[in-house]
């Protein structure tokens, strides 16, 4: 039975074509006023054609109406809450998007000359010297796109200073519980990789780390806390283990929503780190993006910093393309000014206080669902949890019922589904993170949803299993359709 099911329920929509009529027309358009001109003669005939074939023909009120409607069946932030973990999708509050639309910030061009640019200057100046108090580091670069983009740039970073040693090396190690993108990016900049176990708390096993490092490491990748939604005890004693041997420690900062205030990164001997604006800093980033994906560094890393770089003499901001040993442009112009300004409205509008109670409402909130359904699904580990949490399915799958098919039920119940089966060493994953945003009374919602599901999946599996039943399209078969997509519409 589910109880306190919130839903949004509108007719099941055709396709357009599917309500398209001969001869009916959306608009309607003056006489023209200018000489008319033969198209094909113009053009030429083999660039014209009078119609298109199959093209939907309907009025304006279908048109409205039908992408209305097909607004209706989008899940959004705005909406319920996204308890995807590790992606930190978080409330956007409105006054972000209000001062990035701002005339002269949104219609800045990358190609004005400086003198007209001071203002999207100083915006940038000023987020730079705010992400660096956040992280402790020494420099930033903001041009990064995205976090996996920001990765990359680090470890291209690393690469340059030991190249400039006499040696880049040729390996990076990287825990089981970093990122999926982490072995990706070390390979795409030329080292191979290596796994380190997590023990069985589920944080880094130091002795064997120890073990593993030695003078062909370039440098260790991870994630603080990691996927696990685990802070790393041990992450000081980590980086004096790879700084003894000459190798660098490159955090990935995608999850610094559970530490902005509390804790800096550069304060336990990060060389290097990237921070995703559109997370922890509530630009959604629901849909592909845009994102941004800063590269902070310590020291003597600064060199190498992508170029330009921002600087400012006599109070005028300018660019310094003079950087003869940077690693070269890693984005077109000076990276997604949106999220940059957004990030600093964000910023600024909570203050140095605000971003830390932020930070310790997101830990409460994943620690109130950890202690409420932790009498009803499997936690592996049992570190304290930070802003996130990482259930098993281990005692529903006794029953025949995977993570999957829970995350289809909650769909019943007006949720949006958690992450699924990340990280790959829980089996069975179920990865829940809140965010600072909820209340608790959304909370206690998502709460009985997940404690519904798993009483049902005692006393009525099949129901879980063949779910959702409330939507508009029923469980697809899903390997039929990764593999064979059906992505264009065929008339009958």
Not at 174 to 179: F, M, N, V, W, Y
Not at 246 to 270: E, H, S
Not at 321 to 329: A, E, F, K, V
Not at 466 to 476: C, E, F, I, L, Q
Request: aromatic residues 6%; contains cysteine.
């Amino acid at each position: 039975m589910i109880k306190k099911v919130r839903q949004h329920i509108n007719q099941n929509e055709p396709l357009l074509f599917e309500n398209s009529s001969p001869g009916k027309r959306g608009y309607q358009l003056p006489p023209l006023d200018v000489p008319a001109v033969d198209a094909a003669k113009v053009l030429g005939a083999q660039n014209t054609r009078a119609e298109i074939e199959g093209f939907p023909e309907v009025s304006e009120v279908e048109a409205i109406r039908h992408f209305t409607r097909l607004s209706t069946q989008n899940y959004a932030i705005d909406l319920g809450l996204y308890p995807l973990g590790s992606c930190t999708m978080k409330y956007n509050p409105r006054v972000n998007e209000q001062v990035a639309r701002i005339e002269g910030l949104a219609w800045a061009h990358p190609y004005h000359p400086e003198s007209l640019t001071q203002g999207i200057l100083a915006v940038m100046g000023e987020l730079e010297k705010m992400l660096l108090e956040i992280t402790g580091m020494d420099a930033v670069t903001l041009q990064p796109a995205a976090g996996a983009h920001g990765e990359f740039t680090g470890i291209l970073l690393i690469r340059a200073l030991l190249e400039s040693r006499g040696n880049p090396r040729k390996k990076i190690l990287i825990p089981d519980s970093a990122h999926g993108t982490n072995p990706a990016t070390a390979t795409m900049a030329g080292y191979s990789v290596e796994n380190i176990k997590s023990n069985d708390r589920g944080m880094v096993d130091v002795e064997s780390l120890a073990r593993a490092v030695d003078d062909d490491v370039a440098a260790l990748m991870i994630t603080n806390p990691n996927t696990l939604g685990v802070f790393e005890q041990n992450i000081t004693r980590i980086a004096e283990i790879m700084h003894a041997k000459g190798a660098m420690v490159y955090m990935d900062g995608a999850n610094m929503n559970a530490l902005v205030g509390i804790a800096r990164p550069g304060d336990f001997g990060v060389d290097v780190m990237h921070l995703n604006l559109h997370k922890t800093f509530s630009t959604p980033h629901g849909g592909g993006g845009p994102g941004s994906g800063p590269v902070a560094v310590k020291r003597q890393l600064v060199p190498f910093l992508p170029k330009p770089r921002l600087r400012q003499i006599g109070g005028q901001w300018s660019w310094n393309y003079d950087l003869p040993q940077s690693i070269g442009r890693v984005r077109a112009f000076y990276g997604n000014i949106g999220m940059h300004v957004r990030a600093l409205a964000y910023i600024m509008a909570h203050g140095g206080d605000g971003l830390r109670n932020a930070t310790m409402d997101a830990v409460l909130n994943a620690n109130y669902i950890r202690a409420l359904i932790g009498d009803y699904y499997v936690l592996p580990h049992k570190a304290p949890t930070m802003h996130e949490c990482v259930f098993s399915d281990e005692r529903q799958a006794k029953l025949g019922v995977r993570t999957g098919d829970i995350a289809k039920r909650l769909i019943d119940y007006g949720f949006h589904p958690y992450t699924v089966s990340f990280p790959l060493i829980v089996q069975g994953a179920m990865m829940i993170e809140p965010t600072e945003t909820e209340s608790k009374a959304e909370l206690d919602l998502f709460v009985d949803a997940l404690i519904s599901i798993a009483k049902e999946i005692e006393e009525n599996p099949e129901m879980v299993l063949k779910a959702p039943h409330n939507t508009r399209t029923s469980r697809v078969d899903e390997t039929t359709a990764a593999r064979k997509p059906i992505v264009r519409w065929k008339p009958n």
